[in-house]
């Protein structure tokens, strides 16, 4: 179990780490492009596990909907704007207000799509969350 | 040489939140191919969309290059990192930790190894210190997402 928690926390830890890496490489060419060798590099690197573990065609990807395809594109843009940011506002900025747009989508999204969840719990979240925001935006410069 | 934090602007912060917003539209969309497919297939194929999605905009927009110098070999390297994360995530998701205790823990790891590396100036990016808002707002925005994540769910 502690075995377990270490590795997840170690998964955050990457996160961050790849975020950082990535941030660097766009200081010395753009976003863009540091999103583009993130990509081109990961399909590299798990094409390679694919080929030593098997199983990548395993299962039914053909029956998941069309808009499961959709990922891609979207990770393009989001590893683009973490690398832009990253470098303007530091790791920890940039982390904190990703979270706050994920967990406040996150609720908006289980809320579109019907997912039972209990109300006053969403609301003291998203409140907390807002809270947060409107302290980190609030100093002056 | 460490500089205090600056208070994002409005740009960054709409673009912070915009980015957590796309980051929850991809763990849906990879999330259910890989209800469809293994896990490793849905890492494979958006590597392998966003590739091509990203030559197109290469082309398109012929962004300048900031330097002229070289970065070094191991900035290339953050894809790499990414594909562990995969693989790291999907091992503990299905233990006794489960989805909630995965992500919890995932974005402690997360606000920790950034405020480390801010406060180091680590991977040649800039150093900064965090003060006691930043601190403020950490505690307030974790806070609120670990309600979510913990009571957020149905009852």
């Known amino acids: ?141 | 040489m460490s500089n205090p934090v600056p208070a994002p602007r409005l740009l960054h912060f709409t673009a912070a939140f915009g980015a957590g917003s796309l980051l929850s539209l991809m763990v849906l969309f990879n999330g259910t191919l890989a209800t469809y497919g293994s896990l490793l297939f849905a890492s494979w194929v958006p590597h392998l969309t966003g590739t091509a999605l990203a030559i197109v905009i290469l082309l398109a927009l012929r962004p300048r290059r900031a330097g002229i110098s070289h970065p070094p070999l191991w900035a290339y390297l953050g894809g790499v990192v990414g594909g562990v994360t995969v693989m790291l995530t999907s091992a503990t998701m299905n233990t006794a930790l489960a989805l909630s205790g995965t992500i919890a823990l995932g974005l402690a790891g997360q606000m920790l190894f950034s405020l480390f590396a801010d406060i180091r100036g680590l991977f040649g990016l800039p150093q900064r210190m965090p003060k006691a808002r930043d601190y403020l707002a950490l505690a307030l925005i974790i806070a609120g997402s670990l309600v979510l994540i913990f009571l957020g769910g149905a009852a």
């Open chain 1, 1 to 141: 179990m502690i075995g377990f928690a270490a590795l997840a926390l170690l998964a955050g830890v990457l996160v961050s780490l790849s975020r950082q890496i990535n941030g660097r490489l766009a200081l010395s060419t753009s976003a863009w492009e540091s999103s583009f060798w993130n990509h081109v590099v990961g399909l590299g690197f798990i094409t390679l596990a694919a080929l030593v573990f098997g199983g990548l065609f395993a299962g039914a990807p053909q029956d998941a909907p069309w808009w499961a395809y959709l990922g891609g594109p979207v990770g393009v843009v989001f590893i683009a704007a973490g690398s832009w940011l990253i470098a303007r506002i530091g790791a920890a900025q940039t982390a904190l207000l990703i979270i706050a747009g994920q967990m406040i989508s996150g609720v908006m999204i289980d809320i579109i799509m019907g997912t039972a969840g209990n109300t006053l719990a969403r609301i003291a979240g998203v409140a907390l969350i807002l809270a947060g925001m409107w302290v980190a935006r609030s100093a002056k410069d």
